[in-house]
């Protein structure tokens, strides 16, 4: 019942701030009222306890419709783990007040090579944003193929968040997160620790990176190392 | 100054919640603060440790049914969370000597860590391996036909398989009852409680039936994780007993796959091990993986393999007990077995009946 009056009440919440006047924001993952297309390309480097040293790329492609609706899609291949995966997201961008919220919904496929594993997510997410901070909250379905057999996971809590040390709209920024999933795998309870960086050449060229630690286990179940990566990338954005 | 009011109450009030966080996370025994983190207990340390004492301690004596028994029957059960009483462990205990079975097992998570419950435990351990060696122990006879009972070595008829009764105030390790780790084993250094009794937290051994091997492996899962050490012996063909005539092969370990429902929240391994180690009971076909942690049943066919995820058998989640928190398994062949659920009914026990016991009902040192 609770579950209900809470989703009723973001509808109607987020009905009423449709009224709300556009206001471009020039912040990291929005339109900047000028460059509608937007790509990147990341090289990432790290170590598994499965699959040992891992490298692979991800490339992006996001368009902006306008300064509410942008449509995403990507693809990623780690060579080493015999992990290929594509995702599109479809995202609704509103400004409430004195922060920004961002409605997605997602479909990511992964073929991991070596267990001839099929996996395949749904999710559906809100995060909310201000100039510092943003937190990420919504639920992941996971199903995969193996062996002739399919499970589908229960319904999982998706979760995280980021705090930066400049505002979001500064030209270079530093900032820590944690959260239980990445570009493209969606975790249960498994929380990723990182530190991320970006700086900004000119409106359409901005390097970023990212340290991440992906631990086993947390909280009661002591966190044990399970993989690092290093991820280092380019975007470029025009009209 | 009206902003800076604001910031001002907004960051007290997160430093409030902070400070409120901190000190629940230090005052609860479920919970290691430093585990959000990094465990201060390693998977691969563990592992290694095992390794050595599995030999030393002879951990898991290998078992040999005399030619006219064509089947046996194990229990298992988990997540007993022992605190100050024992009584649900006693009680399978029992059941399982008092019916027959060949061996107990459990998948972790057995006491919560303080080293008056594992003191409680190991006397729950020592009371049972009493009753056990009463029932099935016979003075060990020499080539003479003399029994040899200077030595103190008795042999279990059953199984062909030779005990030295040591001690039994110390280490009563001689019970047939085998454990995996589970996380709550393990936090606030607990390991160090639970090697002391268990020596072990990742061996096999085997039933040999005819002149067929039933393979009984136990992983350490506890922190989420088998460990790329863990990972590197399994690969390497530390079960080197896939060389012989294996019928049946049985994993336990305590972390779960797959999750009962969505309220159910027990992390469970990262994606890509998951798949391995699916992938793994697949190639050791395997008959029967048992998964504990989440403390909800759950059973389901995947990849050949027959998973279940256990119950908890505790007095939180059942303070009146239940007719299904165990299950016996009577294997009667290749890939054939029978499976039951059992019940345990007892009631915690008053704070009196525990010290009648000889059991400690107390934190306090001169308790």
């Known amino acids: 019942m609770n579950v209900i009056r809470q989703t009723i009440l973001t509808l109607l919440f987020g009905l009423a701030a449709t009224t709300a006047m556009a206001q471009y924001y020039s912040g990291d993952r929005t339109f900047d009222g000028e460059n509608k297309n937007e790509v990147s390309l990341s090289l990432t480097t790290g170590k598994n306890i499965i699959t040992g040293p891992c490298i692979g790329n991800t490339v992006h492609y996001k368009h902006y419709f306008n300064n509410h609706w942008s449509v995403d899609g990507g693809a990623n291949l780690q060579y080493t783990k015999g992990l290929y995966g594509f995702k599109a997201k479809g995202e609704y961008h509103l400004k409430i007040k004195s922060f920004h919220m961002f409605a997605s919904g997602e479909y990511m496929f992964n073929h991991y090579h070596d267990y001839n594993t099929n996996e395949n997510v749904g999710n559906m997410s809100v995060r909310f944003e201000r100039g510092y901070w943003d937190i990420t909250l919504g639920g992941s379905l996971i199903g995969y193929n193996m062996m002739g057999d399919h499970y589908t996971e229960p319904l999982t809590l998706t979760f995280g968040a980021h705090a930066s040390l400049r505002p979001r709209t500064h030209h270079w920024n530093v900032g820590v997160l944690f959260r239980n999933y990445d570009d493209f795998y969606y975790e249960n309870w498994n929380i990723n620790w990182g530190l991320d960086f970006y700086y900004r050449f000119n409106p359409r060229w901005k390097l970023f990176g990212e340290f991440n630690i992906r631990p086993a286990g947390s909280m009661s179940q002591l966190a044990s190392k399970y993989e690092t990566t290093g991820k280092v990338g380019l975007i470029y954005r025009w009209k | ?17 902070l400070l409120a966080a901190s000190v629940t996370f230090t005052s609860c025994e479920k919970v290691s603060p430093q585990g959000v983190l990094m465990g201060n207990t390693s998977v691969d340390d563990r592992v290694k440790q095992s390794l050595v004492n599995n030999s030393f301690y002879e951990v898991a004596w290998d078992k040999e049914l005399p030619d006219t028994v064509t089947e046996y029957s194990f229990l298992v059960g988990s997540d007993s969370h022992i605190t100050f009483d024992p009584g649900r462990l006693e009680e399978m205990l029992d059941i399982s000597i008092n019916d027959g079975d060949l061996f107990c097992c459990h998948l972790g998570d057995l ?13 729950a351990l020592y009371l049972a391996t009493e009753k056990w060696q009463d029932k099935y122990l ?15 070595f008795f042999v279990d008829p059953r199984t062909g398989c030779l005990y030295r009764k040591d001690d039994m105030s110390i280490v009563p390790i001689f019970l047939p009852f085998y454990p995996v780790v589970g996380n709550h084993d393990i936090t606030h250094n607990g390991w160090a409680l639970y090697s002391r009794l268990f020596k072990s937290s990742f061996y096999e051994f085997t039933v040999k039936v005819g002149n067929k091997y039933d393979r009984f492996i136990f992983l350490d899962s506890a922190n ?5 050490f863990q990972i590197e012996q399994i690969d390497d063909g530390v079960f080197w007993r896939d060389k012989k005539d294996i ?4 994993v336990f370990t305590h972390t779960n796959i797959f999750r009962p429902s969505l309220n159910e929240f027990a992390s469970t391994y990262c994606r890509e091990e998951m798949y391995y180690i699916l992938d793994k009971l697949a190639d050791w076909k395997t008959t029967i993986a048992f998964w504990g942690h989440v403390h909800a049943w759950d059973e389901r066919d995947f990849g050949g393999v027959h998973h279940i995820t256990m119950p908890s058998m505790n007095f939180v989640d059942h303070p009146n007990g239940g007719d299904d928190l165990i299950v016996r398994i009577t294997v009667t062949g290749d890939h054939e077995y029978k499976m039951d659920r059992l019940g345990l009914h007892c009631k915690e026990r008053s704070k009196q009946e525990l010290e009648e016991l000889e059991y400690k009902t107390s934190t306090k040192i001169n308790n």
Do not use: C, H, Q, W
Request: proline share 2%.
């Open chain 2, 1 to 17: 100054m009206e902003i800076t009011m604001k910031k001002s109450v907004l960051y007290s009030l997160m430093a409030a919640a």
């Open chain 2, 111 to 123: 006491a919560d860590t303080k080293a008056e419950y594992y003191y409680n435990t190991e006397r």
């Open chain 2, 138 to 152: 016979e003075p060990y006879f020499d080539e003479g036909g003399e029994a040899v009972i200077d030595t103190l």
């Open chain 2, 224 to 228: 989420g994780t088998l460990g790329d």
């Open chain 2, 247 to 250: 019928r049946n092969t049985f």
